[in-house]
């Protein structure tokens, strides 16, 4: 990836991942330019000095690793999940309250979502996730999710997943569990 220091937006665009995701997203039928991949989202939300949103130290750590690989990871509080999480295309009529909005938002069909067995997670992979199963600064287990795509290497999409784990580690305490690459 381009260095951080010259970045401009222009480099943005030309980072593999985010134009990995940019296909997923379009091949979806979603408007990358009004959801952006989060990865892209950050890094234009720096070269474009408006900053970053602070959310808390584990939400902060491992979106450092995602500004610094490229890889979108997306954090949840693992004791309100039930397992298995999947990634999925949405079906008709499946809404989710995403984390800040006052309403359910409907989904359109064909979006990738990941989900658990009750409930959507997240919208068009990384984008928006729902305020239930946010990190806060209660939450003591941890689950990450990295984004693959065509043209990721898988090591790469690993190798950014345990950055994200040890930053959270370094900031925050606490173990890493299982990495564990599903393809």
Known sequence: MASKKKLTTEDINKIEPIIAYRQILKATGVDYHSKRPSPEALLRRIVLGKGLYTINTAVDAYNLAVIERGIGLGGFDYKKISPPVVLRFAGEGEEMHLLGDEEPTKVEKGEAVYSDNEKLLTLDLNYRDIDKTKITLETKDIILFADGGP??????????????????VQFCGGKIGEIKLVQ
Not at 151 to 168: F, H, M, Q, S, W
């Open 151 to 168: 043209n990721i290497n898988p090591e790469n999409v690993r190798d950014t997943l345990k950055l994200g784990a040890d930053y959270i």
